[in-house]
C-alpha cells in the first residue's frame, strides 16, 4: 500500500509565500518523477512542475520564476515552494508520483496521487 500525502497550504496574500510537501510512504521500491498539479473548480487538473529522479525539472509557463519544486529522495518526500503568489495561482495542489512497490521482478511504475491540500491566495 502506497500513500501520498500533501501538507502545507493555506490562506496567503497575494506577494506571499507557501512551501507544500508531499510524503510518499509505504511498500516503496523506487519512485521515478515527482509532480505537482494545481486544479480550480470546473477547470481540469493541470500540471504546475515536475521533478525525476535525477533533478530534471520541468514547470508550466505561468509559475516560471516564481515557483520550485525540490526532491529529497532519501526521504521519499518532494516540495513545491511558492513565491510572489498571485490570486491566479489559488486551487487545490495535489501531489503525483511514479512508483514502483515492488510487487513485480521488473521495473513497473504506477501512478499515485495525494489527497491535495488548498491554497488560496487573496488579492
Known amino acids: 500500500q502506497v500513500q501520498l500525502v500533501e501538507s502545507g497550504g493555506g490562506l496567503v496574500q497575494a506577494g506571499g509565500s507557501l512551501t507544500l510537501s508531499c510524503v510518499a510512504s509505504?511498500?516503496?521500491?523506487?519512485?521515478?518523477?515527482m509532480a505537482w498539479y494545481r486544479q480550480v473548480p470546473g477547470k481540469q487538473r493541470e500540471l504546475v512542475a515536475s521533478a525525476g529522479r535525477g533533478g530534471v525539472t520541468n514547470y508550466s509557463d505561468s509559475v516560471t520564476g516564481r515557483f520550485t519544486i525540490s526532491r529529497d529522495n532519501a526521504k521519499n518526500t518532494a516540495y513545491l515552494r511558492m513565491v510572489t503568489l498571485k490570486p491566479e495561482d489559488t486551487g487545490v495542489y495535489y501531489c503525483n508520483a511514479e512508483i514502483d512497490s515492488g510487487k513485480y521482478d521488473a521495473a513497473a511504475y504506477d501512478p499515485y496521487w495525494g489527497q491535495g491540500t488548498q491554497v488560496t491566495v487573496s488579492s
Open positions: 509505504g511498500t516503496i521500491k523506487r519512485i521515478r518523477a
